[in-house]
């Protein structure tokens, strides 16, 4: 018999028999305060409220009414005593406990958490009832409420005295006792992981280091007999002793191991505790030998090693104890000799072994002789002699092959002796695998449909059932995802790793990865890793190679591992590293998928690792990896090789070994299924990253799975190869030869290339049926259970919830229960809501309804006492609910509403039409439509309650789609619109005006034109749902022109527009007044006055209003109106022609202002005043208000007010004639002003404090306020107040006579101020803290603050503080007794501060702050710390440059600076597509810097050359196939940005720019030679490079000066060819044939290609339009052509350099830089994908790519041959 064929058959009987793992966390019953459990309160001996149960629970024979949970792991029927009277006993108790776990259990300081419940849940009960059932068949039990006891990550009870106990020494552990009118049954719960702990110290130990196990089980308490005398009740233990706590999770009663049922009461008779047991395999006790690795999957290596061998030889396997398939499980072994076929596939307990510490025999007190419980007799070998000895171990399989079982909450029951199959082995056929089976109780696809995705479709076979992925959809049939869709992955790692000997402990931090299946790329990213060990942590690629395992690119006969684990599965690897031999554990567990359809994974990483220096990089070679499968099971073992890079140690390689094995539940009742025996999985590039600046571990891995064997010719289509086009939500079809085919992913659409989502539930594809609820996913759905119904037992339909069941009503009404709802009815005689019923007679006031409160929250009067139009009020009946019809006011719609007052869908009518009969009894409610859900999302009131204005709400018809003709409540213009609810072109109509007939049949739509495509883009809508106010949108006639006369909705303003929508001067006129007959001809030119009114900006870059913004008004004719009044202040006056204002005319709001039309008097000359009111700018130079500033106020004659007040501030003070403040009279806000009027004395002499305070300057020489000033404060004598206060800072100290700071009295903001009165102490001489703190200048000599100043800070005896702190930028730090800095102090603004009172590890000092992240730190510090979307904060590098690319915020405003930040001119960009910016700062040299020299290909006729940066890479071609084989690094130039790049033929020498060393450079290509500069003077940003080799010239483009130069090879003769209308020129090329020079300009406004002859000559534009941002330029010699690749079209095309035949070669590339042709292709760097990519000119196809392995920014390509080619010279 063959070796495997037995493995077959054993497999497939052990998974007959659905052996099952430990329960996970997930598994247990819901619990926590979403699902309304109460939690107790932390401490060491705590005990629940009274929780009173709605009938009564029946323990053993007794009714009890109430229970009560306490923090020592035990529930109770009676209020408990102290702890220490029960705590550390044994069974019986003196009360009634349930014991899931009784030790000394300790929830002080937020450690653990502990909840409770009394519930009727359904899916509750359903539960219940399955386990009864199943542990108990005969039971006649169905439950009516069930109590939910969850104890969480408790920790033990330890005495201040005891070291700590480790953090992750806490349980987690539950209890469910579910109960009906005769019964009780209790199920205890322990989750894999979830006993960390198993007994604790008794509470009076004496210094006695013992430790009492737990105690599992159940007492009656004491008992009355004759009223008088009381005995011990009868009580039964799960547990005698510490072993047999440690393996509760391992072990199980009822068919899972961690889960326990028992019977625990009868309302008839009862006498002591049932437990469950249900026959067959249920639990796994060890064998003799058994060990730490019992009850996981991860084999021992070595056993594993000698599987590998395949040295098995079936002719010396001749008993049948030879053949176990693992030596841990006992269970599994094969039938006896003797043919006794009782045993086979049967338990086999070691009870009573004296070399097995557990037992679970129970033990029982106050128990009948006829109910005790024996133990099986363990079974023993009788050796020779007759003495009985342990069953010899027989040898393993590499792993333990089990059948993973989740059940599902709400399955039916199932039948006694499901899983179990009595076996024949007269039936089982070893040669073909084939077993026949006897058992008629089989799992079949009508009882258990539940299990199967609702993308699946289910099977039944001879056997069982199995479920299989619809067309469309892969997974293994209980988890189905669409084909081709992107996946997402999230979970939390967790685990103590140590680096070297440091621990570092990694508590659930946040792990996500994103996999693009159609090519099999794998990114995950572990957020918030410690630093030490996110370096160390970098060659462990074994994390995230899970998940390219899983969604690997499938080759020819294969298949990715989710196909095999669906979304439940475990792995288990383990690492080990040489030569440190450090080893690391790596449990990975897939829990499901979440609503998103997201797969979750749980990681626990502990173990040892090698230390990696801060700084250093690791990389990766490709690798393959053979995966062997077995059912159930996949393993693998490798050895892998990692390269280390550091700065002191340069290049170092290691290697670790990887063993791992991934174990799953597949389906046994398939005989066709075939799974493979080997698959190799091909990792062809891995990148390996640490962030220390966002302490991100990034893991980059492309994956590629086949059949192991050498790669055929189908590994060069592009569909294997990666180099296909097709969108990421797109499966790529391989065809003949290189033809693919791009198909959209399942619940996508498109053309494959690009694929958009189908929202399934707003097109009605979903599979919802009735009382769902449809949510739409990327490429899927999820139907959720509308709210008032759940999931029934078949997890499929939706059942009403009988809230009705759990009595929510006042036990004087009546509670209605209706599909999806409830009512709550007081009962005759009563008088209330139905949730609180009183008496009529007498009756108190009853409380508010929700209802009543909804009602009354609403506001319908502004702030102001206006009425506010358009909210929607709620209509109660007399008893305060919900009328069942409910109508607006305003718009005249009636619907339908339930007991909450929610609309039920399909019952709203427009104003006019019959409303529906809300009172018809309820009919399932459909699911919404899209019109509906676009209908409810939008915001019609205000967070704060008021109704918003303007808010366009869609209209739907009876059955919930958008009505055919649409119409804006507020604006009154109407359209018509589509299925979709999208505006149809050219049916709008503006109000009044009669609307197009939108049923007629539909003509082809018409191009929307200029006015539609402005008018539809133009935002009424913020993000969040809010109209936007006083947006302007174009009003477009029936034929999509603009209507020649435009008004704006808010402002009323009215003007003529021409036929692009610019406005006509003269012709606007305000609100109210005649409009302009806009169809006269005519057209003035602009005066002063509209120029000024239309300069002045009222809108935002973002398209909202600016508020206080003045406007000058104009008339007729464009003139000045005499009159001018600022809308926002109120203020008016008079202005002469030229819009100046006439001094003495300005009126405040509410005055009667001057006639400004009275004969003009000869006008007075300004005042001093009115000088000073007038230069005062209260506008910026872009138009925007300036707020804070303080403006003086003048009389009608000019002169200033006695009394002037700050507008800001809210300060008053009293002013001379000279406008200058009078000492003594400044007021704060809110106190009384003084009388300015009152006869003024005498003014004393300013006083020292006076000059002091009135020196300090608050506003600078531009008029605006100086915040962070510290101004002194004086008393009315004008004396120094003892005690000053900084009133930005909030510090505070005494000064002496002369305003002199007393040393020690300087306290911090918050803190108690010294006492400055108090008799004064001999002063002690300053410290050395003070001495520094008081010689910082914190004023300038001009009076100004100094902003950024720090300033060291003492303690009360003038010593440093321990923790410094800059007031500005936020860093604190710690520092010695002197003030220096402790090194490795330092956090940055919003970290975690050090403790400084702990010594610190010395680590190197971090570098000083950038100017990028000065200058971000304090826009954001601007912003209050939370920059909005629309607002620019500069965006940095890591180490600290400016990022080349800006933007502002979210948008697409981009541009390019300098490493300055300054912004380059021309690049603005405001579409999709960022500008093109090069950085101008080369990265940091982080590898050992070497001589530059070249290191040339060998035996290479033809190589591309391209720039990478800081290197120049050589990659040869094969015909005209890239050969990354022989791809290399040609010169390495560490510092440098090399850019442009260009070879000659006839010397063999590569030229190329630097834009870092701002140089032109050559070398000779062969080896050891070295780089010459040619040039590198008067360059600054040098790019594009082009070399003639027949007239021996070189060409360059400089994008800074925007000059394009010229020079001989040699560096000399340099002239400036082109210096004026250029803006961004990039790529140069010359033709040598014909002596012409091409360049490309990508100028944002207006970009271009040119050409000229060499010498400058016959300068002209060859394309101008349909260009977006020409990057790449190349010559095709074999058409003559000028070829161009855009990064902002996507197209490569082609044109003759007369501007005619131009085509397109390719439409949809990446993002290219730079090109270059040969032999029919085109070969293009690009920015996307960081590689060199090959287009077929004929096929326009992508035909190959290579991808360097240091991923960064290729730039300029050229070709490199041994002879020149036809054309180069």
Not at 197 to 211: A, C, D, L, Q, R
Not at 946 to 952: D, E, F, L, R
Request: hydrophobic share 25%.
């Amino acid at each position: 018999m063959e070796r495997w064929a037995m493995l077959a058959a054993c497999v497939l009987l052990c998974c007959s028999c659905t052996m099952v793992t430990a329960i996970q966390r997930a598994d247990m019953f819901p619990y926590g305060t979403l699902n309304g459990d109460s939690v107790l309160r932390e401490g060491d001996d705590e005990t629940s409220k009274v929780l009173s149960l709605p009938r009564p629970l029946y323990f053993y024979n007794s009714p009890f009414s109430q229970l009560y949970v306490a923090t020592n792991g035990i529930i109770s029927a009676q209020d408990l005593p102290m702890e220490k009277q029960y705590v550390d006993d044994g069974f019986p108790t003196d009360f009634p406990v349930v014991a899931p776990f009784l030790a000394d259990i300790d929830t002080s300081r937020g450690r653990g958490q502990i909840y409770y419940r009394v519930t009727e849940t359904p899916s509750v009960l359903n539960r219940v009832a399955q386990e009864v059932h199943r542990g108990f068949p005969d039971a006649k039990f169905t439950p009516t409420h069930a109590v939910v006891a969850t104890w969480e990550n408790v920790p033990a009870y330890e005495e201040q005295t005891r070291p700590p106990s480790p953090p992750n020494k806490v349980n987690t552990f539950q209890a469910v006792i579910g109960y009906d009118e005769t019964d009780s049954y209790v199920l205890f719960l322990y989750p894999e992981g979830g006993l960390n702990f198993f007994g604790t110290p008794p509470k009076e130990s004496y210094n006695v280091e013992i430790e009492l196990p737990a105690r599992i089980g159940f007492s009656r308490g004491e008992i009355a007999n004759f009223i008088i005398y009381r005995s011990d009740g009868p009580y039964y233990s799960v547990t005698s002793n510490e072993q047999s706590v440690k393996n509760l999770y391992q072990f199980g009663n009822s068919g899972m191991p961690g889960l326990w049922l028992f019977h625990t009461g009868n309302r008839y008779s009862f006498d002591n505790i049932v437990p469950a047991s249900i026959k067959g395999p249920v639990s796994t006790p060890p064998t003799v030998g058994y060990d730490s690795h019992m009850g996981t999957t991860t084999p021992d290596y070595d056993e594993f090693e000698e599987y590998v061998e395949n040295t098995f030889d079936p002719n010396t396997q001749e008993r049948e104890d030879d053949y176990p398939l693992t030596g841990r499980n006992p269970e599994f072994q094969p039938a006896p000799a003797d043919g006794d076929q009782s045993s086979f596939l049967l338990p086999q307990n070691h009870y009573g072994s004296d070399n097995i510490p557990l037992t679970f025999e129970p033990v029982y007190g106050f128990e009948p002789p006829e109910r005790q419980y024996a133990s099986p007799n363990p079974p023993q070998t009788v050796a020779e002699g007759g003495a009985q000895q342990p069953q010899e171990q027989q040898p393993q399989l590499p792993l333990e092959v089990v059948n993973v079982h989740t059940p599902h909450r709400n399955a039916p029951p199932l039948s006694p002796g499901a899983h179990v199959v009595s076996v024949d082995e007269e039936q089982v056929n070893f040669d073909t695998g084939v077993i026949q089976y006897t058992t008629e109780n089989k799992e079949t696809c009508a009882r258990f449909l539940q299990q199967c995705s609702q993308n699946a479709f289910c099977t039944d076979y001879a056997t069982g059932f199995c479920c299989h992925c619809q067309p469309g959809f892969y997974g293994n049939g209980r988890q189905c995802l669409p084909d081709g869709a992107p996946q997402r992955v999230s979970g939390k790692v967790s685990g103590t790793v140590y680096v070297g000997s440091t621990p570092v402990s990694l508590n659930n931090i946040d792990l996500h990865a994103y996999i693009v299946v159609g090519d099999g790329r794998a990114y995950t990213a572990i957020s918030e890793v410690p630093e030490p060990v996110g370096w160390a942590l970098m060659p462990v690629a074994p994390i995230g190679e899970l998940f390219g395992w899983l969604f690997a690119l499938e080759l020819q006969n294969s298949q990715a591992g989710f196909k095999l684990t669906g979304a439940e599965f475990s792995r288990h690897a383990e690492v080990v590293f040489y030569p440190g031999n450090q080893r690391l554990s790596i449990i990975q567990t897939a829990r499901g998928l979440d609503d998103h359809n997201h797969l979750t994974v749980g990681t626990v990483i502990s173990g040892s690792v090698p230390f990696l220096p801060p700084g250093a990089e690791v990389t990766m070679e490709p690798f393959k990896e053979t995966y062997q499968y077995y059912p159930s099971v996949a393993t693998s073992t490798s050895i892998r090789e990692y390269s280390v890079v550091t700065a002191d140690r340069g290049s170092e390689s290691f290697s670790f070994q990887l063993k791992q094995n991934i174990t799953y539940r597949d389906c046994p009742h398939n005989n066709q299924a075939a799974t493979p025996e080997t698959l190799q999985i091909l990792m062809e590039r891995v990148f390996v990253m640490f962030v220390k600046e966002e302490r991100i571990l990034r893991y980059a891995i492309t994956n590629k799975i086949s059949p192991v064997r050498a790669p055929g010719p189908e590994l060069h289509n592009p569909c294997y190869a990666g180099t296909h086009d097709c969108d990421t939500t797109a499966q790529c079809i391989p065809l003949e030869d290189l033809a693919f085919q791009c198909q959209c992913a399942t619940g996508y659409t498109g053309d494959g290339h690009n694929c958009y989502d189908i929202d399934e539930c707003a097109e009605g594809l979903g599979t919802c049926g009735d009382n769902f609820e449809c949510v739409n996913l990327p490429g899927s759905h999820r139907c959720h259970c509308q709210r008032g119904y759940e999931f029934g037992y078949d997890g499929r339909t939706c059942v009403d919830i009988d809230e009705c069941s759990s009595s929510p009503c006042h036990i004087n009404a009546r509670c209605i229960n209706g599909l999806g709802s409830f009512q709550c009815q007081c009962q005759l005689g009563f008088f209330g809501n139905g949730f609180y019923c009183s008496q009529q007679e007498d009756r108190p006031e009853r409380l508010k309804t929700r209802c009543e409160h909804h009602r009354d929250s609403v506001k319908t009067t502004s702030a102001d006492g206006y009425p506010i139009t358009g909210v929607y009020k709620p209509q109660c009946d007399a008893e305060g609910q919900y009328l069942p019809q409910q109508c607006h006011g305003s718009t005249g719609y009636c619907w339908c509403v339930d007991s909450r007052g929610e609309e039920r869908a399909g019952t709203r009518t427009p104003p006019g039409a019959a409303p529906v009969d809300c009172d018809r009894p309820d009919q399932p409610e459909h699911v919404k439509t899209h019109c509906e859900h676009h209908r409810d999302r939008v915001k019609t009131t205000s967070a704060d309650g008021y109704p918003i204005v303007g808010a366009y709400v869609p209209q739907c018809d009876a059955e919930g789609q958008y009505l055919s003709q649409q119409c804006h409540g507020s604006t009154g213009y109407c359209w018509c619109v589509d299925s979709r609810g999208e505006e149809r072109a050219g049916t709008r109509t503006p109000p009044g005006a009669a609307p197009v007939d939108c049923d007629r049949p539909g003509l082809p739509e018409r191009a929307k034109t200029h006015c539609e495509h402005h008018r539809d883009r133009v935002k009424t809508t913020s993000a969040d749902g809010y109209p936007i106010t006083g947006v302007y949108k174009p009003q477009c006639d029936a034929e999509g022109q603009y209507l020649p006369q435009q008004c704006h909705g808010s402002t009323g303003y009215c003007w003529c527009v021409d036929s692009r929508g610019e406005e006509r001067a003269g012709t606007r006129t305000p609100p109210g007044a005649a409009p302009v007959d806009c169809n006269r001809p005519d057209e003035r030119l602009k005066t002063h006055c509209e120029h000024h009114r239309d300069s002045v900006k009222a809108t935002s870059p973002d398209g909202n209003p600016i508020t206080g913004v003045y406007v000058p008004q104009c008339d007729a004719d464009g003139q000045y109106l005499p009159q001018q009044c600022h809308g926002s202040t109120g203020y008016c006056w008079c202005v002469d022609s030229r819009g100046e204002e006439r001094a003495g005319t300005r009126t405040p709001p509410g005055a009667a202002p001057v006639d400004c039309d009275r004969p003009g008097l000869p006008e007075r000359a300004k005042t001093h005043c009115e000088h000073h009111r007038d230069r005062v700018k209260t506008t910026s130079a872009d138009g925007y208000p300036i707020t804070g500033v303080y403006k003086p106020q003048c009389d009608a004659e000019g002169q200033y007010l006695p009394q002037q007040c700050h507008g800001s501030t809210g300060y008053c003070w009293c002013v001379d004639s000279r406008g200058e403040e009078r000492a003594g009279t400044r007021t704060p806000p809110g106190a009384a002003p003084v009388d300015c009027d009152r006869p003024v004395q005498p003014e004393r002499a300013k006083t020292h404090c006076e000059h002091h305070r009135d020196s300090v300057k608050t506003t600078s020489a531009d008029g605006h306020p100086i915040t962070g000033v510290y101004k002194p404060q004086c008393d009315a004598e004008g004396q120094y107040l003892p005690q000053q206060c900084h009133g930005s800072t909030g510090y505070c100290w005494c000064v002496d006579s002369r305003g002199e700071e007393r040393a020690g009295t300087r306290t911090p903001p918050g803190a108690a101020p010294v006492d400055c009165d108090r008799p004064g102490l001999p002063e002690r001489a300053k410290t050395h803290c003070e001495h520094h703190r008081d010689r910082v200048k914190t004023t300038s000599a001009d009076g100004h603050p100094i902003t950024g100043v720090y300033k060291p800070q003492c303690d009360a005896e003038g010593q440093y503080l321990p923790q410094q702190c800059h007031g500005s930028t936020g860093y604190c730090w710690c520092v010695d007794s002197r003030g220096e800095e402790r090194a490795g102090t330092r956090t940055p603004p919003g970290a975690a501060p050090v403790d400084c009172n702990r010594p610190v590890a010395v680590t190197p000092t971090e570098r000083p702050e950038s100017m990028c992240e000065r200058w971000r730190a304090s826009l954001i510090e601007h912003y209050g710390g939370k920059p909005g979307p629309q607002q620019y904060v500069p965006q940095c590098e890591p180490d600290g440059e400016f990022s080349p690319v800006q933007c502002y915020g979210e948008t697409n405003y981009c541009w390019c600076v300098d490493q300055n930040g300054h912004m380059v001119p021309g690049t603005k960009s405001d579409d999709a597509v960022k500008p093109a910016c090069i950085s101008s700062v080369p990265p940091p040299t982080v590898r050992p810097t070497s001589r530059p020299d070249v290191t040339p290909p060998i035996n290479t006729g033809i190589t591309l050359l391209y720039a990478q940066g800081q290197k120049i890479g050589a990659l040869p071609l094969n015909g005209t196939r890239l050969d990354e084989s022989r791809s290399k690094t040609l010169l390495a130039l560490h510092g440098s940005i090399v850019v442009g790049i260009g070879y000659d033929c006839k010397e063999n020498q590569v030229y190329w720019t630097d834009l870092s060393a701002r140089s032109i450079s050559r070398a000779s290509m062969v080896s050891g030679a070295e780089p010459e500069v040619l040039i590198n003077t008067n360059l600054v940003s040098p790019e594009g490079l082009a070399v003639d080799v027949k007239r021996r010239l070189m060409f360059w483009v400089d994008s800074t000066p925007d000059v394009i130069e010229r020079a001989n090879l040699d560096g000399s003769g340099r002239r400036t060819l082109f210096d004026t209308d250029l803006v961004n020129p990039r790529a140069i090329i010359v033709v040598s044939s014909t002596g012409t020079l091409y360049w490309t300009d990508w100028n944002r406004e207006a970009p271009k290609i040119e050409s000229s002859s060499v010498d400058g000559q016959n300068r002209q534009v060859i394309v101008s339009d349909g260009i977006g941002l020409p990057n790449a330029l190349t010559y095709d010699s074999a058409s003559e052509q000028i070829c161009w690749a855009d990064a902002g079209t996507k197209r490569l095309e082609c044109i003759s350099s007369d501007g005619s035949g131009r085509r397109v070669i390719h439409a949809n590339l990446n993002y290219p830089f730079s090109m270059v042709y040969y032999r029919n292709h085109f070969y293009y760097t690009d920015w996307r994908r960081d590689g060199v990519i090959a287009v077929n000119k004929h096929r326009s196809l992508f035909t190959d790519e290579y991808l360097p392995e240091q991923r960064s920014h290729l730039y300029g390509i050229t070709v490199a041959t041994t002879h020149c080619l036809p054309g180069s010279h």
